[in-house]
């Protein structure tokens, strides 16, 4: 006896974000705010929020080129609170321009990515890591799914994100799996009463499949064509 599967719930405002801009220090830069609201857990490799646990918003902060501040836990969340957010809440970093974002769903899956790929190369490259705190993050994904995850569902969810992303970045000409400081963060909804979290997201379960569609969609319309 095959198992009947729900359809999924409507994409359409999973994961609506909010343009932000400020002016600092004499240059005009941008953001991308999903105030999530309540009943959501993510898994994120955020500067600020990272981790798994329960969060309510998602702030991709756009900084200068040549970061200089040593404190980017912090400065996420003052522009945090400039956006009028909070509680806890997952803030990401990067140098590129939020506005270019790529946004995708699949069958309730959605997914929001930018991309900024002037530093990029293969994860496995030869050399010395850094212990320093890195640059800010060039290409940042960000997932919603309408259902409850287990805690190793969500981690798996990462790693499907990151293979998606390598995939889009491929498809888009690029012969690299990423910058140095890429980051996601996925969010599944918290578990109601009576309700089983689904324990897998690999790339061929049900809603692992659905997550890869929209981060490679993303990813692909963030990346811009390499320079010939």
């Known amino acids: 006896m095959s198992a009947v599967i729900p359809p999924p719930r409507p994409a359409t405002g999973l994961l609506p974000v909010q ?11 941008h953001g991308l705010l999903w105030r999530a609201g309540a009943d959501w ?3 994120s490799s955020a500067v600020l929020g990272g981790g798994i646990g329960e969060r309510a918003w ?4 756009q900084v200068s080129h040549g970061y200089r501040r040593t404190d980017p836990e912090r400065h996420l969340a003052e522009l945090a609170r400039d956006a009028g957010v909070r509680g806890p809440g997952v803030g990401l970093m990067t140098a590129a321009d939020v506005r270019a974002y790529g946004h995708a769903h699949d069958a309730g899956a959605e997914a929001v990515a930018t991309a900024g ?25 960000v997932v919603a799914l309408p259902v409850a995850l287990t805690d190793a569902a969500l ?9 998606a992303k390598v995939q889009a970045l491929l498809d888009a000409g690029y012969d690299c799996s990423g910058t140095p ?6 969010a599944a909804r918290v578990p109601r009463g ?3 979290a689904h324990p897998f997201a690999g790339p061929r379960s049900l ?9 490679h969609r993303a990813v692909h319309a963030a990346a811009r064509p390499p320079a010939a």
């Open 207 to 215: 809603w692992g499949a659905r997550l890869a569609r929209a981060v």
């Open 194 to 196: 009576g309700e089983d």
């Open 181 to 186: 400081t890429d980051a996601v963060c996925v």
């Open 58 to 61: 998602v702030l991709n902060a």
């Open 117 to 141: 790929l002037g530093v990029r190369g293969w994860a496995a490259a030869p050399g010395q890591g850094a212990a320093a705190a890195p640059q800010p993050g060039t290409v940042n994904i």
């Open 41 to 43: 857990r993510m898994i």
């Open 155 to 163: 981690v798996n969810a990462v790693a499907t994100a990151t293979e």
């Open 19 to 29: 343009p932000l801009d400020r002016l600092e220090g004499g240059e005009r830069l």
